[in-house]
Structure formats: C-alpha cells, structure tokens
C-alpha cells in the first residue's frame, strides 16, 4: 500500500521559511513520473481543484506558480524517498493546508493545473502565516 504523509507545516510569522517533507513509503519516488505540492486555501471549497504550487518531474526539471516562484523550491531525496518544499518568505496567503502528490503516468507529463492526473496523495498539512 502506498502511503505520502506530509510533515513540517506549523504557525510562523510572516518572513520567515518552513520545509515541508512528504516520505514515502510502499513506491520508490524515483519511479514517479511527477512529484508535486498543491494547496488548498482555508474557507475554499474542498471540491474545487487544489491549487498547483510546484512540481518535479523525473527528469529534474521543476514548475512554480508565479505566487512562490523565487520564494519556493522542490526538491527530492531518491535515499531517504522524501519530497521537500523549502518555503521562504513566507506571506499570510501562503496560508493553507500543502499536500504531496505523485503519479506514475507517462502520457500525463508534469504539469500542476493536471490535479487529477495525480494518484497518490497525502493528507496534508496545515501552514500558518501570520502578519
């Protein structure tokens, strides 16, 4: 069974960075086609689609939305089978539960407004920025 548990969000101050880890078990990340981060904002509609933050694929080529690109980066360890979104800079409209995704279909590419070609996902984790 597959499992993504995303850890390392929390209550910051605006400003400041938090890294955000999502580990893997039962897969082997290096067998994904895409790896990504999206995030669902708070008073948002669940059933909307998730907002798309970044994405890497195989190959190592990554993808931001313009709101955290320059502040932002993925990143994955193939040893530890670990996804990372290091957060710098954090603003208060960062604040939102961030979940880890993943799929294995070739024929999909990598791209985050493509939420439902995303398979396997995690239950997220709540980040908070305050002013």
């Known amino acids: 069974q597959v499992q993504l548990v995303e850890s390392g969000g929390g209550l910051v101050q605006a400003g400041e960075s938090l890294n955000l880890s999502c580990v893997v078990s039962?897969?082997?990340?290096?067998?994904?086609?895409?790896m990504g981060w999206f995030r669902q904002a708070p008073g948002t509609d669940p059933d909307t689609e998730r907002e798309g933050v970044a994405v890497l694929a195989l190959d190592g080529s990554a993808s931001y939305g313009d709101s955290v690109k320059g502040r932002f980066t993925i990143s994955r360890d193939n040893a530890k089978n670990t996804l990372y979104l290091q957060m710098n800079s954090l603003k208060a409209e960062d604040s939102a539960i961030y979940f880890c995704a993943a799929h294995t279909n070739i024929w999909a590419g990598c791209n985050r407004g493509y939420e439902s070609a995303f398979t396997h996902w995690g239950q997220g984790t709540q980040v908070t920025v305050y002013t």
């Open positions: 039962g897969y082997t990340v290096s067998g994904y086609r895409c």
